[in-house]
């Protein structure tokens, strides 16, 4: 009886749980927005600014992605495999305004249910505390989004939003290259940079105390050989002498 009214229980709350799933994967869908980020980034100057790219289509995947840049003097689009890169500068400034990635052919593009990021190294970026980064995101199928929209006035957040940075205001005698970060590159470069060459340096003084440990041992190794052998011999020659005293013994 108590196994019957568990089992009655059972089924209608599986299904709740399932519905709350399903709703609850809807919602995260339907905010999976372009986005972008810059933690190393103040006002006025250079750094990394990264676009994360979801896949909304159920049916295709993403195979362009451009982006609005507000007039660089610099920016360099990261290396991405399967991917192809066009700046596009004013001609009378030679500014950067914007950048487009394409996927090439046979590349899967960013696949459905899937993501991608896009990098950006440039600036100097605008002096204020908000840049808007407007984004056309093109479907392999030919569908085109333009993620553009400001956000309300209420705050309230638009169907398609524009991509945007949030910049703290740098800090007096800062540098404008990001605290480390020059126009190619990042703080983050900077470091990691500086790790591998400790982390070489560190490697090679190992490298070196292995290759001194076998040597030594090696000396020792041809060092024991050769008492192990002188032993041997000395044994050798105390056993022919008794042998030929018997000898002598059998004559007698």
Do not use: C
């Not at 507000?70 to 596009?88: D, F, I, N, Q, Y």
């Not at 046979?106 to 459905?112: E, H, Y």
């Amino acid at each position: 009886m108590k196994k019957t009214m568990i089992r009655r229980l059972a089924v209608p709350a599986a299904a709740l749980a399932m519905a709350a799933t399903a709703t609850l994967t809807g919602v995260g869908t339907a905010s999976a927005h372009v986005t972008a980020n810059a933690p190393t980034l103040s006002q006025g100057g250079y750094g990394v600014v990264t676009l994360v790219v979801p896949n909304e289509s159920d049916t295709a995947a993403t195979t362009e992605l451009t982006v609005t840049l507000p007039k660089l003097k610099s920016a360099r689009p990261e290396v991405m495999s399967g991917w192809k890169s066009t700046v596009v500068k004013d001609p009378a400034t030679e500014e950067v305004t914007s950048i487009t990635w394409t996927a090439l052919p046979g590349s899967p593009g960013v696949p459905i249910g899937e993501f991608a990021q896009f990098r950006i190294s440039g600036g100097p970026f605008p002096e204020q505390e908000s840049v808007s980064l407007p984004a056309t995101q093109t479907y392999a199928d030919g569908e085109k989004v333009d993620w553009s929209q400001p956000m309300g006035t209420d705050g309230e957040e638009p169907e398609h939003p524009a991509p945007t940075l949030t910049l703290p205001a740098a800090e007096e005698g800062a540098d404008h290259h990001g605290g480390g970060a020059t126009h190619g590159g990042s703080t983050e470069t900077t470091e990691a940079s500086a790790s591998d060459s400790t982390s070489d340096t560190a490697a090679r003084w190992l490298g070196g105390v292995g290759l001194l440990i076998g040597a030594l041992g090696a000396v020792f190794g041809v060092a024991a050989l050769t008492r192990s052998g002188r032993r041997g011999g000395q044994g050798g020659a105390g056993d022919t002498t008794p042998r030929g005293d018997d000898a002598k013994s059998d004559d007698a």
